[in-house]
């Protein structure tokens, strides 16, 4: 497990999505956490210090996993570059838009022939 | 565990989830390139709420729920959420214009 800064992450994250494109599978997982252990956070309770949560962000391939923590402050910044990868990479899904395009050019060439016809 | 089917319904469970119980809530994607396979799943290890996709236009929905779990995750589950919820519906207002006007 490799602790990267959110910049690099979001490089090796997108190199992560073209080495598995033929094939094999990316897991994105985000939970959020204080990046301490049990015994450091009930320590800093007992000692009534606040505990600093962040979202962790942590993505493998099932051979090499790689994480990076995004706080309060950067979130909006991560989250808008990493949905920008996500819509360059994601390009093996179905477009239902397409076949609601062709559909209704088809209603409308049928609701057009119709029309000649009738005059 | 079972797929929800109705987008909707899985985003409010998710979220109701995730603040039920913020630490132990994680929010885990799964995307396969070759079949085109989006996978979406919540758990927090006792309830698990999963959803299935291989819509284009679904993956545009996941864009919204990411945001809603980056912002509660990282600024915490008691964050104003209708903050996040009115950026959206802005956002999905000229969407559907813009699909209007092509077809």
Known sequence: MVLLQPDPFLNELTSMFERNSETGSVWVTLKRSSLKSKVQKNKMKTAGQPIEYRCLVRATDGKKT?????????????????????????????????????????????????????? | MVYIAAWDEFVERTVQLFRADPESTRYCMKYRHCDGKLVLKVT????????????????????????????????????????????????????????????
Do not use: W
């Open chain 2, 44 to 103: 927090d290890n006792k309830e698990c709420l999963k959803f299935k996709t291989d819509q284009a236009q679904e993956a545009k929905k996941m864009e919204k729920l990411n945001n809603i779990f980056f912002t509660l995750m990282a600024r915490g589950p008691d964050v104003d959420m209708s903050e996040i919820t009115g950026k959206e519906q802005m956002e999905a207002q000229p969407a559907k214009k813009g699909r209007g006007r092509k077809q």
């Open chain 1, 66 to 119: 790689i994480s990076t923590s995004v706080g309060a402050k950067d979130h909006q910044r991560f989250q808008a570059s990493y949905a920008t990868i996500l819509k360059a990479r994601m390009t093996a899904l179905k477009k239902r838009e397409r076949k609601d395009r062709k559909k209704g050019a088809e209603d409308k060439k049928e609701s057009g022939s119709k029309k000649p016809k009738r005059v």
